[in-house]
């Protein structure tokens, strides 16, 4: 067991917290916001009882993860003997960089400070401090209690122990790192996530599928392999002779295909009007928050399946 601070307690801090505490840590949550930290637990209650319903709490009772969770009303006083400390204030450079001098200046010397933001490289708000040897970018897909990646970002002075430290503690915490060797603008999953949204709105725009077409192509096609595989396995798996016979076989269909992927899709041009128009019709707006909701049942119900098939399915 060890002590962790989360920093900025909003959307992502609270479901940090959650994955921490279950994994046996303390956690201490603080915020600018002195009612955040409150308003982060009581949601979190709200989500617990179905978090054990579906096994989702590593084998503890709910009681035993919530009580090593607490709101603190100083920095200082969650970062007094924090050993790993998340960052999770608004995605903006100089709110970063303000936060990262004074968790540098309180934290132990020996405390990983790890920042989840979505697309800031680290170099950009860890460069002015005297202890950016231990800094570094975690971050996770939303939420991180049910999804397990997150890709761990050095930045070029960042520390190797401090990467493989972190690491571990997330394997150990039932998360899977993506270590990245080198940073890099959109880490991995956003730059994978954008080619795949370029060429949705490419084949839209272009008038070749329908926007449900598209989502059909990924909700009832790719992404039934893709929940439980990569696309390396994927093709591994998709001719006789593994990686190397699949290439020799099937290179051609995509190099042939690439001159007309290269072209940029204007998101925000005409295609915009009509993807939100079919969007619109099959959901409108103000059902928007039920959908919500439906989505996180059911990553709620796959996370459960992927830890009970990665038990049973040898
Ligand atoms: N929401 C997502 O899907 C998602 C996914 C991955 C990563 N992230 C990243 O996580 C970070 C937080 O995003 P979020 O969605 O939780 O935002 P949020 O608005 O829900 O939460 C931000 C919290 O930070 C607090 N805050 C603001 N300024 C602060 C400061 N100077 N010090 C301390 N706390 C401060 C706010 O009161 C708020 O509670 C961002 O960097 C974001 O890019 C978000």
């Known amino acids: 067991m060890s002590k962790f601070a989360i920093v900025g307690a909003g959307f992502i801090g609270r479901a940090w917290a959650i994955s921490f505490a279950r994994a046996g840590h303390e956690v201490a949550l603080w915020d600018q916001d002195g009612d955040a930290p409150g308003k982060a637990l009581a949601y979190i209650d709200s989500l617990l009882p179905e978090l054990a319903k579906l096994d989702l709490l590593n084998g503890n009772s709910m009681a035993q993860v ?17 050993d790993y400390v998340q960052e999770n204030t608004p995605e903006i450079l100089d709110v970063k960089r303000a936060i990262f001098a004074r968790l540098d200046q309180a934290a132990k010397p020996d405390a990983i400070l790890a920042s989840s933001t979505s697309a800031l490289l680290p170099s950009r708000f860890t460069d002015h401090l005297a202890g950016r040897a231990r800094c570094l970018v975690v971050h996770p897909l939303n939420p991180p209690y049910l999804i397990p990646a997150a890709e761990v970002v050095p930045a070029p002075w960042t520390d190797p122990a401090i990467v493989s430290r972190t690491a571990e503690l997330l394997r150990a915490a039932g998360h899977a790192p993506i270590v990245m060797k080198r940073e890099l603008d959109g880490f991995v999953m956003n730059r994978l996530q954008g080619a795949l ?13 329908s926007v449900e077409d598209v989502d059909i192509g990924i909700r009832e096609g790719l992404a039934l392999r893709w929940s439980f595989m990569g ?11 593994g ?72």
């Open 197 to 209: 949204l370029e060429e949705a709105f490419r084949l839209v725009a272009g008038g070749h599928a």
């Open 66 to 82: 919530r009580q090593r969770m607490r709101g603190v009303a100083g920095l200082e006083v969650a970062l007094a003997d924090a």
């Open 243 to 314: 990686v190397r016979d699949y290439v020799e076989r099937y290179e051609s269909i995509y190099q042939r295909l690439h001159p007309s992927m290269r072209e940029r899709a204007d998101w925000g041009g005409p295609v915009l009007k009509e993807i939100e128009a079919e969007r619109r019709k099959r959901l409108p707006a103000t059902e928007l928050q039920t959908r919500q909701a439906w989505r996180d049942r059911h990553l709620m119900a796959l996370a459960a399946h992927k830890r009970r098939a990665a038990k049973e399915i040898v």
């Open 231 to 241: 696309p390396f396995e994927t093709i591994d798996l998709n001719a006789p002779g």
